[in-house]
């Protein structure tokens, strides 16, 4: 494993799961979302939990994609991990809101597709930029 290329992905990861969670929910939708959990979401959101928790999230996909990517072309590769990982999180999150209030199915439909667009974007940098590896012949 190529430590700096991992830490690299892992730090851009990270990066697009801040600044992404950031800009959809409180800029491109924040209308939308304040609408929907008006009431039971916190009013202060903890930032340093969210930068902690996103750092896990970017250690976890980015160890998870290398020990599961054995060869073959990094961009599908990345978009088709980004995808299976964007569909768990995203039933994962919306199941989780589940146990609140939340009037609005559309509500689970967005955070739903924001966690598959968010997933396939960092997957496929994220393959970029630890690249091609041939198959190693012990596996």
């Known amino acids: 494993m ?17 600044i992404g969670g950031t800009v959809w929910h409180e800029v491109v939708f924040a209308t939308w979302y304040n609408d929907w959990v008006f009431g039971i979401e916190r009013l202060e959101m903890p930032i340093s939990y969210f ?18 990517y054995k060869s073959g072309n990094p961009v599908l590769k990345g978009l088709k991990f980004g995808f299976l990982m964007g569909i768990l999180t995203g039933l994962t999150v919306t ?15 967005l955070e739903f597709a924001y ?3 968010r997933d396939i974007i ?13 198959q190693d012949p012990a596996t």
């Not at 930068?51 to 599961?68: D, E, G, K, N, Q």
């Not at 496929?124 to 930029?129: E, N, T």
Request: proline content about 2%.
């Open 51 to 68: 930068l902690i928790t996103y750092f896990m999230r970017a250690l976890v996909f980015v160890y998870v994609y290398h020990m599961l």
């Open 2 to 18: 190529n430590s700096v290329r991992f830490i690299a992905a892992t730090v851009v990861a990270w990066l697009i799961f801040t």
């Open 95 to 109: 199941s989780y809101y589940g146990t609140f209030e939340i009037a609005s199915p559309k509500w689970a439909m």
């Open 115 to 117: 966690s598959v667009v």
């Open 122 to 134: 960092i997957g496929i940098i994220m393959a970029l930029i630890i690249g091609e590896r041939k």
